[in-house]
């Protein structure tokens, strides 16, 4: 445990130093160092309290809640009082707890989409009196133009409705100035719908040919056979079979035999995850790279894997669908794979250890896991037994909690772009904000949610619009919506006593 506490505690240190840097550097003139570890403090007492004290004596109320709020506020002051003139549009994402702008959809965190960086220059009398004639006053009568550094906003009256809205004026503004900008249609403070317009970054490009390639086959498959062996070793372990150093594994490689079916499993239950994402990207015509899956050579063998995401998405209907595909193809292959390593796994004496122990584990500390393990191992589950996982099994249990990780709706995880699809920019921001401080209060009682009440904390509750923020869903998509939600509350809140009574443990 405490081996896997510092690495957490310093690949936490390092991703967030990198994208405090990238967020505020050029915002605010508080030396980046300052705010990093403003940021980390909460981490570093709550995770001192645990080596301390042990992972079953969480730590006071006091320290967990006082550490966050207080570094919270320290954190958004240091930053105004540095804040560089002209920055303005800026600081309220970087106020925010910052997240990795790189990763997505690992055990860890999530990426955003691209940014136009450049500055919008002002439209010259004949380009306003252009952009002027591609709001017709049936569809948007706009009413004045606002000129801000990265962008140019256009207020009006909508007078149609926000679909064909857009469409008709991306389409005029294209027919007049090419792909020089990106159309945004945005919610104001105020509740009104205005269009912006911002520098294309990829009309920016003066040489198309010297862009970085968008997927790299090889580091995708590097990555791969990379992760393929970690988790191996890391299956081995699982499985009990011990191995004194890496001569014995390739001196005696029927031992790798013993660790592929958890690295097999796992890898299969990411895998597919990451391609729900990247098939949904291709179909909406969002430019994104091949999975990268994440090696570490200890613990789980993997943190993960993400996609990046290269373009700005579309609207609502594509952010809700990039959002879900990967956690609802991730559980369809992880319910299988689960339900068969538990048919697979043995029951032994109960302890009082609670929480995910696989040599011990008690099923009812997850609703769902409850009903899956009564159907597996039936009869043989007792309120006197617990479950010894088998690997395959391990790997499926973590299939779920990479599945409930990514959809708390959070900013930049997939349930976080759920939310935001279903209820708007705003609304959505507001839940992130409740739903971190329920994980907070969560783990005072339950100690396995500590680490993902500060993962949370790491992340902000504003995610990158799309380009269309302002058409709703239809109706199938908020119940499927609705849906993935009760599916989380399922594996991360413990079976009711009813129905453990049912169940007969």
């Known amino acids: 445990m405490t081996f896997w506490l510092l690495s957490l505690v310093f690949l936490l240190g390092f991703i967030t130093y990198l994208v405090v840097q990238r967020n505020v550097a050029s915002i605010t003139r508080t030396p980046v160092w300052i705010l990093w570890l403003v940021m980390m403090t909460p981490a570093l007492i709550w995770s001192t309290w645990t080596l301390v004290y042990g992972e079953n004596n969480p730590p006071p109320p006091i320290l967990v809640i006082g550490p966050f709020v207080t570094c919270t506020l320290l954190y958004w ?40 960086k450049t500055v919008v220059k002002p439209l010259n ?50 027919a007049q100035f090419g792909d020089r900008f990106l159309v945004m249609l945005q919610e104001g403070a105020n ?40 988790t191996t070793l890391a299956g081995i372990e699982i499985a009990g079979v011990t191995v004194t150093s890496l001569s014995q594994l390739f001196a005696e490689p029927q031992l790798f035999s013993a660790g592929l079916p958890y690295a097999l499993a796992l890898m299969t239950i990411l895998g597919i995850h990451e391609s729900g994402h990247y098939w949904t990207a291709r179909f909406y015509k969002v430019r994104a790279t091949l999975p990268y899956f994440i090696p570490i050579p200890f613990f789980l063998g993997t943190f993960g894997a993400f996609i990046q995401i290269r373009s700005p998405i579309p609207n609502r209907k ?16 992880t319910l299988p794979i689960l339900l068969w390593g538990l048919m697979h796994s043995t029951t032994v004496p109960a302890t009082d250890k609670l929480g995910l122990n696989f040599n011990a584990l008690n099923p009812s500390t997850s609703f769902l896991l409850a009903l899956l393990s009564k159907l597996a191992l039936g009869a043989a589950l007792t309120a006197e037994t617990a479950i010894k996982l088998h ?16 959809l708390m709706p959070v900013g930049q995880l997939d349930g976080g772009h759920v ?9 959505g921001a507001l839940i992130g904000q409740v739903t971190r401080l329920l994980v907070l209060g969560l783990s005072l009682v339950q100690p396995d949610f500590f680490l993902w009440a500060v993962l949370l904390f790491f992340m902000p509750v504003v995610d990158a619009p799309a380009l269309n923020d302002v058409s709703e869903l239809d109706n199938r998509r908020d119940l499927l919506g609705l849906f993935t939600l009760g599916l989380l509350l399922m594996i991360i809140l413990p079976a009711p006593k009813v129905v453990t009574q049912i169940l007969g443990f």
Request: charged share 15%; net charge neutral.
């Open 191 to 230: 509740g009104k719908p205005f269009f912006a317009l911002v520098p294309n970054p990829q009309s920016q490009q003066a040489d198309q040919s010297k862009q970085e390639p968008l997927t790299r086959p090889g580091l995708a498959l590097g990555l791969l056979v990379a992760t393929l062996f970690t």
């Open 318 to 333: 594509a952010l809700f669908d990039l959002g879900i595909s990967g956690p609802m193809t991730g559980l369809i292959i």
């Open 391 to 406: 690997p395959v099994a391990i790997a499926g249990c973590l299939g779920l909690i990479v599945t409930a990780l990514n």
């Open 419 to 427: 939310v935001h699809a279903m209820y708007g920019q705003r609304a």
């Open 77 to 116: 002051l240091l930053i105004r009082v540095g804040r560089i003139p002209n920055s303005a549009s800026k600081t309220a994402e970087a106020t925010s707890p910052p997240t990795s702008p790189e990763t997505k959809h690992s055990l860890l965190a999530e990426p955003t989409a691209a940014e136009a």
């Open 125 to 174: 009398k004949e380009e306003e009196a252009s952009l002027q004639s591609c709001f017709p006053w049936s569809v948007y009568y706009v009413q004045n133009f606002e000129y801000r550094p990265q962008a140019v906003i256009c207020r009006g009256q909508l007078r149609t409705t926000p679909d064909a809205a857009y469409q008709t004026i991306r389409d005029n503004i294209e």
